[in-house]
């Protein structure tokens, strides 16, 4: 399984970004799938979850109402809109995924994912 993290960068406070996460070597449309991150010095935390199909969705209260989760299982890629970004905001955003049997909520928490790509940094400057 690999998941690739993509679309990082440097942006100013207020401005926006959009992550991609590639995902192959897995049945994609079976797997719920999350963005996590970790800024400098501290531990790595939830960002948003989405289910296997995309109806349900999950935010952290950090992110909520200024980010998108979606996907698109024809091209097996989730994506992260943000918005209104912060400084706050500067982390490694990785993408993970996790075997779903029920289009239920999706989990929020770092140990239910299985498979975790290799991150993407966004800065946000002040």
């Known amino acids: 399984v690999q998941l690739q993290a993509s679309g990082g960068g440097l942006v100013q406070a207020g401005g926006s970004l959009g992550l991609s996460c590639a995902a192959s070597?897995?049945?994609?449309?079976?797997?719920?799938m999350g963005w996590f991150r970790q800024a400098p010095g501290k531990e790595r935390e939830f960002v948003a979850a989405?289910?296997?199909?995309?109806?349900?969705?999950y935010y952290a209260d950090s992110v909520k109402g200024r980010s998108t989760i979606s996907r698109d299982n024809a091209k097996n890629t989730i994506y992260l809109q943000m918005n209104s970004l912060k400084p706050e905001d500067t982390a490694v955003y990785y993408c993970?995924?996790?075997?779903?049997?029920?289009?239920?909520?999706?989990?929020?928490?770092?140990?239910?994912?299985?498979?975790w790509g290799q991150g993407t940094l966004v800065t946000v400057s002040s």
């Open positions: 993970a995924a996790v075997r779903q049997l029920y289009d239920s909520s999706p989990p929020g928490r770092q140990y239910e994912y299985h498979y």
């Open positions: 070597g897995l049945t994609f449309s079976s797997y719920a």
């Open positions: 989405i289910s296997w199909s995309g109806r349900r969705t």
